[in-house]
C-alpha cells in the first residue's frame, strides 16, 4: 500500500513539473513582440506579407506572389513568362531572417545587386524601379 502511495506522489511531482516546464516554454512565446515581417508592395498595392523567421521562396510574376520551391528561377519559366516585353518577374528569397532579391527580368538589375535586408537594416528597402517593386520590413 505504502509502494502504492509514494508511486502516485511521484508520478504528481512528475506533471506539475512538467506543467511548469510546458508554461515556461509557452509564456516567453506569448509575450514576444510580434515577430518582424516582409512586405512587398506593388504599384503601392500589398502583394505579400511573410515572416522573416520563416525561410521562402516567392515569385512575384505581374501583379501576383506565389511561394515556390528554392530551386525554382527565372531558368524554370517558359520563354514567354520571363520575357521583359510581357511579363515582370522577380524572385526573393527569404531566408536566416534574411530578404534577398535574387532574379529579375528587368531591365536595370539594380534589385538584383541591392544588398540583403534584415531587421538590421530594416529602414533601407529593396526597390525595383522599372517594376514598382518594393520589399520592406515592416513590424
Ligand atoms: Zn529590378
Redesign the pocket.
Known amino acids: 500500500m505504502k509502494n502504492k502511495k509514494e508511486l502516485k506522489v511521484i508520478i504528481g511531482i512528475v506533471l506539475v513539473v512538467l506543467f511548469i516546464a510546458g508554461l515556461s516554454y509557452l509564456i516567453p512565446k506569448l509575450l514576444a513582440k510580434p515577430s518582424q515581417k516582409l512586405r512587398v508592395l506593388k504599384n503601392g498595392e500589398i502583394l505579400l506579407e511573410h515572416e522573416l523567421v520563416k525561410d521562402a521562396k516567392f515569385m512575384i510574376l505581374d501583379q501576383e506572389a506565389k511561394e515556390v520551391p528554392f530551386e525554382e528561377s527565372l531558368s524554370s519559366l517558359s520563354d514567354d513568362e520571363r520575357n521583359p516585353a510581357m511579363h515582370e518577374v522577380?524572385f526573393i528569397e527569404v531566408k536566416d531572417g534574411k530578404v534577398l532579391?535574387t532574379e529579375?527580368n528587368?531591365n536595370?538589375?539594380?534589385?538584383?545587386h541591392t544588398p540583403a535586408i534584415s531587421k538590421e537594416n530594416a529602414d533601407l528597402p529593396i526597390v525595383?524601379?522599372?517594376?514598382g517593386?518594393i520589399l520592406q520590413i515592416v513590424n
Open positions: 522577380n532579391c529579375s528587368c536595370n538589375q539594380i534589385c538584383v525595383c524601379l522599372p517594376h517593386l
